[in-house]
């Protein structure tokens, strides 16, 4: 190939990643503190914001991670996650984290559920849990588990978009501390979304998904579901 053409290449392939990359793909400003009021918003990036010199240290501020959420009679799972994301610090807007607490009772469940939004990473803190992901359908339309016992201090990371879980499986109580990578990562517990939807999924549709008679159908969604 003549030099000539060599460069005309090159040159093409540099307009073309200037203007595939043309958009600024993070935060446009050091922060952007959400506000409920777009009349008193000065800045926009994404959602309505604080003008910046509005902003104060309390909207990057948060208290109580130190305090274990009830798991008490009553909770039927025996986990309860503690969830600290932009709806709580309004400073997360556009930063694209958050973070939450998981405290389990011995033999607590944080249930089957996914993150649409974010991946998660978990560092266990107290305790001994049973943790574990589900792929995503295989070329060969199979699912595979990948799961682990943690101890504390050990860490694990559950992809986003997979179904994942957490079990206590001590005689005493756990605590582990969760990174997620959206400032408003979302759940989907999968039980309640299936079986407790309002208003229900239909019971043709469930019974023939899950190859089980109506009346287990009807049975299931007839349970309290409930979300630690």
Not at 72 to 91: D, E, I, K
Not at 146 to 158: A, T
């Amino acid at each position: 190939m003549a030099i000539p053409n060599i460069l005309t290449y090159i040159v093409i392939i540099a307009i073309a990643s200037s203007v595939t990359y043309a958009a600024d793909p993070t935060q446009l400003q050091d922060f952007c503190v959400a506000v409920n009021d777009p009349n008193t918003a000065l800045f926009i990036n994404g959602q309505f914001c604080k003008n910046p010199m509005d902003a104060t240290p309390e909207d990057f501020f948060r208290q109580g991670l130190d305090r274990p959420g009830f798991t008490g009679n009553g909770n039927r799972l025996g986990a309860n996650v503690t969830l600290v994301s932009a709806a709580q610090v309004p400073g997360l807007n556009t930063l694209g984290i958050s973070i939450a607490r998981i405290d389990f009772a011995p033999y607590g469940l944080n249930p089957p559920h996914t993150h649409p939004r974010a991946t998660e990473i978990l560092t266990v803190i107290e305790g001994t849990l049973y943790v574990g992901f589900v792929t995503s359908n295989l070329q060969n339309g199979e699912n595979k588990l990948f799961d682990k016992v943690l101890n504390k201090g050990d860490v694990y990371v559950f992809p986003q978009g997979l179904i994942h879980f957490q079990l206590n499986v001590g005689k005493t109580p756990a605590v582990a501390i969760a990174g997620l990578s959206s400032q408003n990562p979302g759940v989907v517990t999968i039980g309640n979304a299936v079986f407790g939807a309002e208003k229900p999924i239909s019971v043709d549709v469930l019974s023939k998904a899950f190859q089980l008679d109506g009346n287990v159908i009807k049975r299931l969604q007839s349970l309290f579901w409930v979300s630690p």
